[in-house]
């Protein structure tokens, strides 16, 4: 086990920082397979007699236990490293879909939700924090982009995810053995695909900078050269403030996200562009690009324009698409679709952007823990934003509704929640002095690698 101590995964002089990203998207383009769950959603609705609400119940779980994992297990990641924070969740994310595929092959979906929910959930949590943290230490200069990289895998995993998973259940049935035979396959081959990373991630030396990079840099606007501890964090206002605007992001795009393969067959039901069950796969699939590459694209342009502008895009625009796709969404597919996109886009440049604040408000001297502690905003959207469209989508169905009705009042109320998270974002100011820790006394080194 010495090999997982985090003295073991200090880089050696002359180590290139641009050797950790593919150890990052190793582990998020892994733990990234929880976006593709709804292509899960209609086989086990029907092997096992399942409601919409129901079958949610393990993403839900699983986004849950990822924040409070994240929460109470971020200092132990800074503290034993990424190396020994991959390893487990390596170990629980994996494990998680062997105990799904028992459940499902024996009929008992409650191991279905303690293995991908509780289990699982572990494994996203630890997973998802760990290479973020170490990536904003090796990119000190450019944050936003840093943070994208990383947490591009965890948006894209569906993408490679969902069809594959279609494909499995394509050729194993979408009877009880087959879901359970398709889990088994996830859990081996995530468990082969995360072991990359444990192998290859670095921290960096302590005091290490980049070739370029000033030891005592300038603070500006809400970007300061000061250190706030995780337990000081809690105290501000602007912690909370970061809270109510990635709860609300969160929340506004997961529930629909969590819907997507449903939602579009059910928007165009009955009409000349009906959707098939292969093209609401590929919708999903769709998604988890736009969720991609917004994460990489808004995290940059973040270091442009500054993280607070950002989040006015993030959150002022993505109210607007939700306003189009209630009143004009299904009179047009090409529409739809487009503002889809844009939602998701932002989803998940919101959840990339949020470290980098996190940095600009907090410095990097327990970011990690910090941004494990901030992902329980994560776990209350995981479950607000799934139950806010299924419950809508239930109550329809049983008073008779039909198509796009079905979601009109949820879709008001993600709107009303982006206009929630676009007021606290305007209340962020810079963190005041009495929260920051005292200089430090070492003089930072700098690296010689670009």
Not at 277 to 296: K, P, Y
Not at 353 to 373: E, S, W
């Amino acid at each position: 086990m010495n090999y997982l101590d985090r003295s073991r995964t200090v880089a050696p002089p002359g180590w290139s920082r641009w050797l950790v990203p593919p150890a990052a998207l190793a582990v998020h383009l892994s733990i990234g397979q929880a976006y593709a769950w709804s292509v899960f959603k209609p086989p086990l609705e029907s092997a096992l007699d399942l409601s919409g609400t129901a079958s949610a119940l393990p993403f839900q779980l699983g986004i849950v236990m990822l924040g409070l994992s994240a929460a109470f297990g971020g200092t132990l990641v800074e503290r034993n490293g990424p190396r020994w924070a991959m390893f487990v969740s390596l170990v629980c994310f994996s494990s998680g879909f062997l105990v799904a595929a028992l459940g499902a092959s024996t009929g008992q979906y409650w191991l279905v939700v303690l293995g991908y929910g509780f289990i699982g959930g572990i494994g996203l949590g630890i997973g998802y924090i760990a290479p973020v943290s170490t990536l904003i230490k090796w990119f000190p200069d450019r944050p936003g982009m840093a943070t994208g990289i990383a947490i591009m895998g965890f948006g894209g995993g569906a993408l490679i995810a969902s069809p594959w998973s279609t494909a499995m259940l394509d050729a194993f049935g979408a009877d009880r053995s087959g879901i359970a035979t398709a889990f088994l396959v996830h859990g081996v081959v995530y468990a082969a695909f995360m072991a990359l990373g444990v192998v290859l991630v670095r921290v960096p030396p302590d005091g290490w900078l980049p070739a370029g990079r000033q030891p005592h840099q300038k603070a500006r606007g809400l970007v300061t050269t000061a250190q706030v501890s995780a337990r000081n964090a809690l105290r501000t206002p602007q912690f909370w403030c970061l809270w109510v605007v990635l709860c609300m992001n969160v929340t506004a795009g997961i529930g629909v996200l969590e819907k997507a393969a449903p939602m579009i067959t059910d928007f165009f039901a009955g009409t000349s562009a009906a959707v098939s069950t292969s093209a609401a796969a590929g919708f999903v699939a769709l998604l988890s690009l736009a969720n991609m590459a917004g994460r990489i694209l808004w995290s940059s342009t973040s270091d442009l324009i500054g993280r607070k502008n950002m989040y006015r895009v993030y959150l002022g625009a993505g109210a607007l698409m939700y306003i189009l796709i209630a009143r004009l969404g299904n009179d047009s597919k090409p529409l739809f679709v487009c503002c889809a996109l844009v939602i998701l886009s932002f989803y998940g440049g919101g959840f990339a952007t949020a470290p980098a604040y996190l940095k600009d408000l907090f410095g990097t001297y327990q970011v990690g823990a910090i941004h494990g502690r901030l992902l329980t905003a994560w776990s209350t959207a995981g479950v607000l934003g799934p139950l806010i469209v299924n419950r809508f989508a239930d109550a329809g169905e049983r008073a008779g509704h039909s198509g796009p009705s079905l979601y009109t009042t949820s879709l008001t109320v993600m709107t009303v929640l982006l206009v929630v998270g676009f007021v606290a974002n305007e209340c962020i100011r810079p963190v005041h002095a009495r929260f920051h820790e005292a200089p430090e006394e070492r003089t930072p080194r700098v690296h010689q690698d670009s």
